[in-house]
């Protein structure tokens, strides 16, 4: 960890001082113990607030949308796959920015200081697209079982699935963390904010609150790295990734589809194919 | 999700094909009665009294 810092500083003040790119989109301390946020740094005299640590489990890509200038951007594994996503969503070109790959063992959960639940059956520990790298390589993990969870989820009765439902959002007040950490959603205007017409109620009613998650797991379809950042802004700690882990199996037994691991192919949900699976249609 | 298997149909029709349209209707009609109404997605008003 302390090797990375060293380095993620040095490139960082490098790219700065030299002009290659703007800012540098890394971590810095947060005003809380275990939590390090997100910061853009812009002169080469800040560098030294940049941290790295095994709390910073936000998703930075979330800070590339539609910007225009050259960033550096320090990217985990999870990061860069949704930077390949933001790259093919032309939500940011590949040109402009500087990727400073960071191979990841993991971050610590919020609460209780061991290995996140996403990170714990992670495969892509390793950034998929860099321009530097701050470490070594690490070894992927093979032989997880990404979706035990899901599974369990899965062989529960329709009735049996409303309630677990019900108790798992039973905490949440719609305060919309998940989705404004999530770098997927950058919609200029959210469903749920919308008021013409009013899609989804906006207080903390049951079906409402079930309604969102839903619609957003969908909205994420084909497109979820499963990094975690939702569940890491939650602060009523739901398992919000309980659904968007969900629509992530279908994609990868139904297209056989990974998100952000290539920037060749379109995913499966903005392209056709002739084998498509269609025996749900009558 | 919790939605019963059944309540949610998918079918691709043509506008030509008004004949598997009425099929598909009757069929998807005669499917939803049998699970009878849905208790699930159902606000409750607040009450003032």
């Not at chain 1, 998100?259 to 060749?264: I, W």
Request: proline content about 4%; overall charge negative; some cysteine.
């Amino acid at each position: 960890m302390d090797a990375y810092i060293t380095k993620i500083k040095e490139i960082s003040e490098r790219l700065l001082k030299d002009g290659t790119v703007e800012a540098v989109i890394g971590f810095r301390q947060g005003t809380v113990p275990t939590m390090s946020e997100p910061c853009m740094i812009k002169r080469s005299d800040d560098v030294k607030d940049l941290v790295w640590d095994s709390n910073c489990r936000i998703n930075l890509c979330n800070y590339l949308t539609n910007r225009k200038e050259k960033l550096a951007i320090v990217a985990k594994g999870c990061d860069s796959r949704n930077i390949v996503t933001h790259i093919i969503e032309n939500k940011i070109k590949r040109d402009q920015l500087f990727i400073i790959g960071v191979p990841c063992k993991g971050m610590n959960d919020k609460n209780t200081g061991e290995l996140q639940d996403n990170c714990g059956t992670c495969t892509h520990r390793n950034p998929v697209i860099y321009d530097e790298l701050v470490g070594d390589l690490v070894e992927e993990q093979t032989d997880v079982d990404k979706y035990a969870d899901v599974k369990k989820v899965e062989a529960l009765s329709s009735d049996e699935k409303w309630n677990f439902f019900n108790d798992l959002y039973s905490s949440c007040t719609r305060c919309h963390a998940c989705r404004n950490a999530c770098p997927l959603c950058y919609c200029p205007t959210c469903f749920v904010d919308e008021s013409k017409p009013q899609w989804v109620g906006k207080a903390d009613d049951a079906v409402d609150i079930r309604t969102y998650h839903f619609l957003r797991a969908y909205h994420c379809a084909g497109r979820c790295t499963d990094c975690g950042s939702c569940e890491a802004a939650c602060p009523q700690n739901i398992k919000v990734r309980q659904m968007t882990k969900k629509l992530e199996k279908d994609c990868s037994e139904l297209y056989g589809w990974e998100a952000g691991l290539t920037l060749d192919e379109r995913p499966p949900l903005d392209t056709f194919k002739v084998d498509d699976r269609e025996d749900f249609i009558k | 999700m919790g939605v019963e298997p059944g309540r949610l149909q998918f079918s691709w029709i043509s506008s030509a094909e008004s004949t598997k349209f009425v099929d598909v209707v009757k069929q998807v009609t005669e499917s939803v009665k049998e699970l009878g109404p849905n208790e699930k997605f159902i606000k409750k008003t607040v009450k003032v009294s």
